[in-house]
């Protein structure tokens, strides 16, 4: 059968056709599941706020603007760290409540203070020893890990290990809000105001 002039060349740009009107739709398609992932991303993030206990120093780590230490006292304010734990939770950058700089570790292993804390150096990677202890270890530099002194100095990461005393912390809640071992929950608290036990009591 011979086909009429032109037919032929229709059914030649048909797939053509066909082709384009996938591609828009995959465009659209990994548009949709790009903004899902960052949805789901935002929802699976958790903020804590907490103290770090150093096993060597005896004190807490403490974020003073840019310089870092770990001889905080129990309950001081600028002990009080805000973790904001990403997507499944071993991920975590840590500022401090008071000064809003975030811990981080730069190219040399010395810890410092920043207020952006969106560069991966101030991401660190939660380690749960068998004794009990939680280890940080930097996101970027792998093996170099948040650590200090019996002084509450910083060590350099590239002189650290897993292993040492000097890396070894233990997550506290401040020493007037409850049972330090108490485990953490992720529910929001509704404080009544003075007024309002007033008004009940009466």
């Known amino acids: 059968m011979i086909l009429p002039e032109g037919q032929d060349t229709r059914r030649k740009k ?33 903020i804590r706020v907490y103290q770090l ?39 975590v950058r840590i500022k401090g409540k008071e000064t809003g700089h975030y811990i981080c570790m730069n190219k040399r292993g010395k810890i410092l203070g920043k207020l952006n804390g969106k560069n991966r ?24 890990y948040l650590g200090f002194t019996r002084k509450g100095r910083p060590r350099k990461g590239s002189k650290t290990q897993q292993n040492q005393r000097e890396v070894h912390f233990m997550k506290r809640l401040p020493k007037d809000k409850g049972d330090h071992h108490r485990p953490f929950k992720y529910t929001t608290v509704t404080k009544r105001t003075k007024r309002g036990r007033h008004h009940r009591d009466s």
């Not at 009107?21 to 599941?33: A, G, Q, S, T, V």
């Not at 870092?68 to 760290?81: F, H, K």
């Not at 991401?123 to 996101?139: I, K, M, P």
Request: proline share 1%; glycine share 8%; with cysteine.
């Open 14 to 46: 048909f797939p053509s056709l066909f082709q384009l009107c996938c591609r828009i739709f995959n465009i659209h398609l990994n548009r949709h599941m790009n903004r899902t992932r960052h949805s789901d991303d935002l929802s699976r993030k958790q």
């Open 121 to 144: 150096e101030c991401v660190f990677v939660e380690e749960v020893l068998e004794n009990n202890y939680t280890a940080l270890v930097s996101a970027k530099y792998k093996g170099w």
């Open 53 to 91: 206990y150093s096993r060597t120093s005896g004190k807490h780590v403490q974020v003073l603007g840019q310089r870092i230490s770990a001889n905080g006292e129990d309950g001081g304010q600028y002990a009080l760290l805000v973790v904001e734990t990403d997507t499944f939770g071993s991920h």
